[in-house]
T-cell receptor
Framework: SQQGEEDPQALSIQEGENATMNCSYK?????LQWYRQNSGRGLVHLIL?????REKHSGRLRVTLDTSKKSSSLLITASRAADTASYFC???????????FGEGTQLTVNP | KAGVTQTPRYLIKTRGQQVTLSCSPI?????VSWYQQTPGQGLQFLFE???????NKGNFPGRFSGRQFSNSRSEMNVSTLELGDSALYLC?????????????FGSGTQLSVL
């Protein structure tokens, strides 16, 4: 089964609005990453946050990590139509080395 | 630097056939991982290769196999294809692997089994 579960499964917003996606996981992790995927293409790495970090920023992206709740959120500010894509969280467990992906959130940004 | 290259981009096969997919990692990357992506199961880890050795393996039947060459290029093979093997197969590379690095993905091979 997937390590990560994402919420919501789908999100539709207007350009300029903020988009927030959440990810929950089950076991202790070393780090958590967020990836983006345009339809039928490969994934693109967005940001990596380590288990000892609580918040990280990259451009219009803000990621938070709460290890006590085993959850993370990805905030995209001032969204653009080009942000339309699927967003996945991925975790590396403390006991392993592989990345395990969540089910993804399909974000649609309407112009 | 060139990105991760996967060939072919699309593939159509019939049940019972076998297929070989190829992945060329970013120059200097020694770890190559393979993932299967389907609408129902999402992204499932197949295996990871590092320095020509399989370092990690997911829960897939033995029909799924792979290998890595001395130049870090990797191939995966699926024998006796089933309808359920229809999926987007993604390859990803990183410098050393191990889960603490970001992965660089290819565009994938879309396999359709008829």
């Amino acid at each position: 089964s997937q390590q990560g579960e994402e919420d919501p499964q789908a999100l539709s917003i207007q350009e300029g609005e903020n988009a927030t996606m959440n990810c929950s996981y089950k076991t202790s992790i070393n780090n958590l990453q967020w990836y983006r995927q345009n339809s039928g293409r490969g994934l693109v790495h967005l940001i990596l946050i380590r288990s000892n970090e609580r918040e990280k920023h990259s451009g219009r992206l803000r990621v938070t990590l709460d290890t006590s709740k085993k959850s993370s959120s990805l905030l995209i500010t001032a969204s653009r139509a080009a942000d339309t894509a699927s967003y996945f969280c991925a975790t590396t467990q403390t006991s392993g080395s592989r990345l395990t992906f969540g089910e993804g959130t399909q974000l649609t940004v309407n112009p | 630097k060139a990105g991760v290259t996967q060939t072919p981009r699309y593939l159509i096969k019939t049940r019972g056939q076998q297929v070989t997919l190829s992945c060329s990692p970013i120059s200097g990357h020694r770890s190559v991982s393979w993932y299967q992506q389907t609408p129902g199961q999402g992204l499932q880890f197949l295996f990871e290769y590092f320095s020509e050795t399989q370092r990690n393996k997911g829960n897939f039947p033995g029909r799924f196999s792979g290998r890595q060459f001395s130049n870090s290029r990797s191939e995966m093979n699926v024998s006796t294809l089933e309808l359920g093997d229809s999926a987007l197969y993604l390859c990803a590379s990183s410098l050393e692997g191990g889960g603490d690095e970001k992965l660089f993905f290819g565009s994938g091979t879309q396999l359709s089994v008829l």
